[in-house]
């Protein structure tokens, strides 16, 4: 173990990002730093200022996720790092036409969660943590069964692959062929799922490796969370969790010791969501 550890964020500056950034400063260490990043320089300098009591360092840095060469500029710059929670996600409303929001969705959640496992992924320390914030509706039961193999045969190649899939649905949006080809409408749903797949490829290339250094790679699903991201999908949100409830257990498990039960897959509330099947999950019908 290294005496100072480096932290990294995505998405920092609102919702559950915010708050695992804060909960991270709030438990590392003083000789530790939280690297709180976003897109914007103003809303980075204003999240890192009003974050709460913190014991370990913190830094805003500008991250765009979209843009490639930051993702690898930052991980070169950085060297080593321990923690990473990729975060970031590029908003959707239900009344937004799909091919209008699925450049933003694609270049943000998956082209960038690939980028950061390509990136960080050979960095990070003994003892790291390699963190995907997926969803609940990463499971392959949400998607229609006519993708659904295509899905987890991405899982079972590489990072490569999983982007290849990614680029023919994006592509099929834009033709307006998802919902004959049977990517539906929702673009959260292969989003996440090929969030998961990217998860699944990295972690099955690496698994043995990193059990040796007792590093973990996961995905997880926080749960419903009542942020401007999830609002318009849920007509519910009674049970929603604040950012700070959702960020409590994923911070537990990024700060605990247990690895191998979790290696490589999807856990929600510190268990492991079976990928094939997953639970159910309501949500606005969007027509
Ligand atoms: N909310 C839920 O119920 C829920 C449920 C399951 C999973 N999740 C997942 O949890 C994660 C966080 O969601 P949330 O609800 O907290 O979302 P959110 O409140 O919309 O926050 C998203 C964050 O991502 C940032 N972001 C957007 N585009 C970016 C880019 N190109 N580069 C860097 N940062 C960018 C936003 O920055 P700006 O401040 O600049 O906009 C913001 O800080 C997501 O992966 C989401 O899918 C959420």
Redesign the pocket.
């Known amino acids: 173990m290294t005496t100072s550890r480096t932290a990294l964020v995505?998405?920092?500056?609102?919702?559950?990002?915010?708050a695992l950034a804060a909960g991270l400063a709030a438990r590392l260490e003083p000789s530790d730093r939280v690297l709180l990043?976003?897109?914007?320089a103003g809303?980075v300098e204003a999240a890192v200022a009003a974050l709460p009591a913190r014991r370990a360092r913190v830094e805003g840095r500008v991250?765009?996720?979209?843009d490639p060469a930051a993702i690898t500029d930052l991980a070169g710059d950085l060297g080593e790092v321990d923690v990473v929670l990729s975060?970031?996600?590029?908003?959707m409303s239900p009344e937004q036409d799909p091919a209008e929001e699925v450049d933003?969705v694609v270049?943000?959640?998956n082209l960038?969660t690939s980028r950061v496992l390509r990136a960080f992924g050979p960095r990070l320390r003994p003892g790291g943590r390699l963190v995907v914030?997926?969803?609940?509706?990463g499971t392959l039961d949400k998607l229609d069964v006519r993708v659904r193999e295509r899905f987890a045969a991405a899982a079972r190649g590489s990072l490569e692959d999983v982007d290849a899939l990614v680029a023919d649905w994006r592509a099929a949006v834009h033709a307006g062929r998802a919902v004959e080809e049977g990517f539906g409408t929702w673009l959260?749903i292969p989003s996440?799922v090929a969030q998961v797949a990217a998860v699944r490829a990295v972690a099955s290339a690496r698994r043995a490796e990193d059990l040796r250094a007792g590093r973990l790679v996961v995905a997880l699903?926080?749960?419903?969370?009542?942020?401007?991201?999830?609002r318009p999908w849920?007509a519910d949100m009674s049970s929603?969790q604040t950012?700070d409830q959702?960020a409590a257990w994923p911070l537990d498990l990024v700060l605990g010791d247990e690895v191998a039960p979790f290696y490589g897959e999807l856990v929600q509330f510190g268990r492991v969501l079976p990928w094939e099947t997953g639970i159910p999950v309501p949500h606005r019908a969007v027509s």
Not at 221 to 230: F, K, M, R, V
């Open positions: 995505t998405g920092a500056t609102q919702g559950l990002g915010l990043t976003g897109r914007d809303r991250l765009d996720v979209r975060n970031a996600t590029s908003r933003a270049e943000t959640n960038a914030v997926a969803s609940a509706l959260n996440k699903c926080p749960g419903l969370i009542d942020t401007a991201a999830s849920f929603a950012p959702a």
